[in-house]
């Protein structure tokens, strides 16, 4: 594939299509500034604003957009909120769209036929898979992303991080709980680290 | 085509979902450079979104299982680009140019990719719209031999309306080169019942991103 990829950049750049230092930048910045963190940001400052996460559930983009210094800028971005009662999952079953803007490129999984095949009809199957056990009484939201809107799932608090700041809020939050394939880190996981 | 393998909601076999620790952005150079030269070609303005899904559901169904993510993206666009006239197939098999190419209305530069931006598909809407949060409708039995994002475990079914998106433009129409033609979307919620029938699990819930010419009211 290495081969055949560089022929047809190649073609590209010599047919004056592509610029080969636009590309350099492209991957520059799915590698290094794009990526979970953003939404880990995002779902922190949400956990300790009442007034954010308010907006944010109104309208993502604009909420998202809002934080200071925040590149890229979000589009058609929907904030969906676990609660006792809904735990959500996100999925593309036609493709593997995904949000970008606050999570960069979704992992190999996401884009495998498994994961599009059985969310929407066996998602706690899915997340058993995952290793996610929800309680019986929790009942399940799948967000099949069939247009250009994106979906980012606001995971629930964990109990015991109680004044915590945003920064080691932000910490607990993994991606996988913002596609809703998995649940915040407990606290007791960054406490340990942090002595 | 629509009632391709791309269309996998619902289908058995594909085996367990396997999750991996640590994983890479890329897991090879030219996973990145198929990427790059992807959003480069689409920055052209050339084709749509749509239309460069399309040409991935147009893989035959076994090229598209046997290939990787940015494979299936790579051998799309190898498509594309010849499918254009933006490149000939001699030129794909010697590896090189063999003619100049021909005159884009735009190129992205190094300093245009320093921002990073991702298109809006909303558009003003050309009307009311038809369905508002809460009604039922029905979602359309159709199957179009061109593209549409009305996955098939989804046609002929009961919903509710939950909210309504505003006017996007068609990916119906913009996949084939029709015009944007933007319709009102919206999200449709359905039960994991009324999905997969009476044996499913009661505490499951499904919603759609669903275009107004997708439903009818019920």
């Given at each position: 594939m290495q081969l055949r990829v560089r022929a047809l950049e ?85 493709c593997s ?8 490129l979704p992992?190999v999984?996401?884009k495998s036929a ?82 | 085509?629509?009632?391709?393998i791309h ?18 952005v890329f897991h090879a150079d030219w996973e990145g450079r198929v990427y790059a030269v992807q ?13 460069g899904r399309?040409s991935l559901e147009n893989l035959p169904p076994l090229a598209y299982l046997a290939a990787s993510y940015y494979k299936r993206w790579f051998l799309g666009l190898e498509r594309r680009v ?10 794909i ?126």
């Amino acid at each position: 594939m290495q081969l055949r990829v560089r022929a047809l950049e190649t073609i590209l750049t010599e047919k004056g299509y592509v610029d080969p230092a636009a590309l350099d930048q492209i991957v520059e910045n799915v590698e290094t500034k794009i990526g979970p963190h953003i939404g880990a940001r995002v779902v922190a400052r949400a956990w300790v604003d009442p007034d954010f996460k308010r907006r944010l559930l109104e309208d993502a983009s604009a909420a998202v957009n809002s934080l200071a210094g925040f590149d890229p800028v979000a589009a058609h971005l929907i904030a969906v909120e676990n609660t006792p009662q809904t735990h959500n999952v996100v999925v593309c079953t036609l493709c593997s769209c995904y949000p970008w803007s606050v999570l960069g490129l979704p992992p190999v999984w996401y884009k495998s036929a498994p994961y599009r095949s059985r969310t929407v009809i066996d998602p706690k199957g899915v997340l058993a898979e995952f290793g996610v056990t929800l309680p019986a009484t929790t009942d399940v939201r799948i967000w099949d992303s069939t247009a250009e809107t994106r979906f980012l799932v606001v995971p629930m608090r964990p109990a015991g991080t109680e004044g915590w700041s945003e920064e080691a809020l932000a910490a607990l939050v993994t991606r996988d709980s913002m596609v809703g394939t998995g649940l915040p880190k407990p606290p007791e996981d960054e406490s340990e680290a942090a002595r | 085509m629509t009632n391709s393998i791309h269309d996998m909601g619902g289908m058995h076999g594909f085996g367990p979902v396997t999750p991996e620790p640590d994983e890479p952005v890329f897991h090879a150079d030219w996973e990145g450079r198929v990427y790059a030269v992807q959003r480069a070609m689409g920055a052209t303005g050339l084709w749509t979104i749509d239309g460069g899904r399309a040409s991935l559901e147009n893989l035959p169904p076994l090229a598209y299982l046997a290939a990787s993510y940015y494979k299936r993206w790579f051998l799309g666009l190898e498509r594309r680009v010849v499918a254009y006239g933006l490149v000939g197939e001699d030129e794909i098999a010697a590896g090189r140019a063999l003619r100049p190419g021909i005159r884009l209305n735009r190129k992205l530069t190094a300093d245009d990719a320093k921002t990073i931006s991702f298109a809006h598909f909303d558009r003003p809407a050309t009307g009311p719209a038809r369905f508002k949060a809460g009604d039922r409708v029905r979602t359309k039995n159709i199957h179009p031999a061109t593209h549409t994002r009305l996955p098939r475990y989804a046609r002929g079914k009961l919903g509710t309306v939950e909210a309504v998106r505003g006017c996007h433009v068609f990916p119906d129409t913009a996949a084939v080169g029709a015009g944007e033609s933007p319709q009102w979307l919206y999200a449709v919620v359905f039960t994991g019942r009324e999905l997969w029938g009476e044996e499913a699990d009661p505490s499951i819930k499904v919603s759609i991103e669903a275009f107004e010419p997708y439903l009818a009211p019920a």
